[in-house]
């Protein structure tokens, strides 16, 4: 009994579909390097370049790697298509008798080892850079607690920091607003400048300078945290009992918001980091400013030990 023949779709039809799966591939591979480098806006998928020549330079790192792996993804992918259209079964082809080839063996082996090699050159000489710490004009401590930041002042132009540090926690108003029961919208939660900043905004940023480099001793006082800001380029981990040494710059005056990188505990999600860049003259009468509060606040605290008067604070 001769079986029905069931008629296969047409080559060019077929090419056609394949052709149009490719394109719309690539067009979805492409969408992350058209996003604005600049400024981060809706449904973005890319990183953004940063705010310093650090940062700028591992955006551009990333970049060259992903375009890289698109190189790869078209090649290898491209042959598996190839093959699969042009030697299918329908066409009459059949599998091919060979064990191995020991020319394509060494190009498949060769090839990568190169590409690893020129891939591996820049990423360890911008590791390097991003880990120099050298010449740096402010140090700040910032240590990760369940579940908030510490910022202690260190140092500033080669001078120590007198006793300027606080704690910056997740704002009230969003804190109130997480709460299940608290009856507050997450959407009222708005800042002084129309900006919906629900989890977004703290008690107390940190303050630093532009045009300066900084260096970042990060470590934690209970779990593992981690500290990031996109602006910045890099993301350390807050180890309890370790000092990461890291250092970054802000060309820009402006507000950088991260977050905690690390799944720290219950409140994770509520430990947001804002830095506020501002011109070097407002951080100076600003340092100035939080040293003499903490100094009138010592002599406070020492006059109600001692029982003598304080001094007259203006």
Known sequence: MTQPVIPLAQPTAFRRAVRALLALAGALLAVPALANPEHPSPWQLNLTRGDSGLSHDVWDLHMAVFYVCIGIGVVVYGAMVYALIRFRKSKGAKPAGFTHNTTLEVVWTVIPVLILIGLAYPATHLLVYENNTNGSQLTVKVTGIQWMWRYDYLSYLGQPVNRVGFLSKLAEDSNVARQADSGVSPWSVVSAHGVHDYLLDVTHPLVVPTHTKIQFLITAADVIHGFW??????????????????????????????????????????????????????????????????????????????????????
């Open 229 to 314: 800001v996109p602006a910045l380029g890099w993301q350390a981990d807050a180890i309890p009992g370790q000092i990461h040494d890291a250092w970054g710059k802000f060309d820009t005056p402006g507000t950088y918001r991260g977050q905690c990188a690390q799944l720290c505990g219950q409140d994770h999600a509520y430990m947001p980091i804002v830095i506020k860049a501002v011109p070097r003259a407002e951080f100076q009468q600003w340092l100035v400013d939080q040293e003499n509060r903490s100094r009138m606040d010592a002599i406070s605290r020492t006059a109600e030990v001692t029982g003598a008067p304080a001094a007259p604070q203006g």
